[in-house]
C-alpha cells in the first residue's frame, strides 16, 4: 500500500526554521514528481514547492521563494523542506503529495505554527 508520512512541524518563533520531511513507501518513489502544499482552515490547498523525479528542477511559490528549500533523497525514500526564516502567514497543515502521470498519493499533514 502506497503512504505519504509527513514530519517536522511544530510551534516555531516568526524568524525560525523547521525542516519539514516526508517518507515514502508502497511504490517506486524514485519516478514520482514530489511536491509540497499546504492548507488553512476555510482555504484550498496551496502549491508550495516541487521537485522532479530526479532533484535537478525545483518550483518555488512566489510566497516562499528564497526562504523555503526543496529537496529529495531517493536512496531513503524522502523528500524534504527546509523552511527558513518563518512567518506568521506559514501557519498551515503541510502535505507531501506525489505524482507519476495520473497516478498521484497524499499524506495526511504535518501541522506547522508560526508565532509572532
Known amino acids: 500500500e502506497a503512504q505519504l508520512v509527513e514530519s517536522g512541524g511544530g510551534l516555531v518563533q516568526s524568524g525560525g526554521s523547521l525542516r519539514l520531511s516526508c517518507a515514502a513507501s508502497?511504490?517506486?518513489?524514485?519516478?514520482?514528481?514530489m511536491s509540497w502544499y499546504r492548507q488553512t482552515p476555510g482555504n484550498e490547498r496551496e502549491l508550495v514547492a516541487d521537485?522532479?523525479?530526479?532533484?535537478?528542477?525545483?518550483n518555488y511559490a512566489d510566497s516562499v521563494k528564497g526562504r523555503f528549500t526543496i529537496s529529495r533523497d531517493n536512496a531513503k525514500n524522502a523528500a524534504y523542506l527546509q523552511m527558513n526564516s518563518l512567518k506568521p502567514e506559514d501557519t498551515a497543515v503541510y502535505l507531501c503529495?506525489?505524482?507519476?502521470?495520473?497516478?498521484?498519493?497524499w499524506g495526511k499533514g504535518t501541522l506547522v505554527t508560526v508565532s509572532s
Open positions: 521537485i522532479s523525479s530526479t532533484g535537478g528542477t525545483t
Open positions: 508502497g511504490f517506486t518513489f524514485g519516478i514520482y514528481v
Open positions: 503529495y506525489a505524482k507519476f502521470y495520473r497516478t498521484e498519493y
